[in-house]
């Protein structure tokens, strides 16, 4: 298990854009970024493989969220483009100990989780 922590939540109109950023601690393999919105069950966003190869998103953000990692930081990034009210959420990024490099599934659930920062999307 490593310690994830995320920054770069804020407040943003609709349409507009943000980065999310999450520092870890150590080595990782396959990390993901979730999101939980006022009074829902948290969910999966996207998720990404230990080289950046294999990349994964919802539905919903597809086209517009990108997933990716800078190994040498250990750093994971979520840019988010045309923001929408309904992607407001506090997003978590999680860490598993294994790759995902031939697929993905959110289960079973990461090891490793950050606190999560706040996304707020205004219309």
């Known amino acids: 298990a490593v310690n994830l922590q995320e920054s770069g939540g804020g407040s943003v109109l609709a349409g507009g854009s943000l980065t999310l950023s999450c520092r870890a601690s150590?080595?990782?393999?396959?990390m993901a970024w979730f999101r939980q919105g006022p009074g829902q069950v948290r969910e999966w966003v996207s998720a990404?493989?230990?080289?950046?190869?294999?990349?994964h998103y919802t539905d919903s953000v597809k086209g517009r969220f990108t997933i990716s990692r800078d190994n040498d930081k250990n750093t994971l990034y979520l840019q988010m483009n045309s923001l929408k009210p309904e992607d407001t959420a506090v997003y978590y990024c999680?860490?598993?100990?294994?790759?995902?490099?031939?697929?993905?599934?959110?289960?079973?659930?990461?090891?490793?989780w950050g606190q999560g920062t706040q996304v707020t999307v205004s219309s």
């Open positions: 150590g080595y990782t393999y396959c």
């Open positions: 990404i493989s230990r080289l950046g190869k294999e990349t």
């Open positions: 999680a860490a598993r100990d294994w790759d995902c490099a031939t697929g993905y599934s959110p289960n079973p659930p990461h090891t490793s």
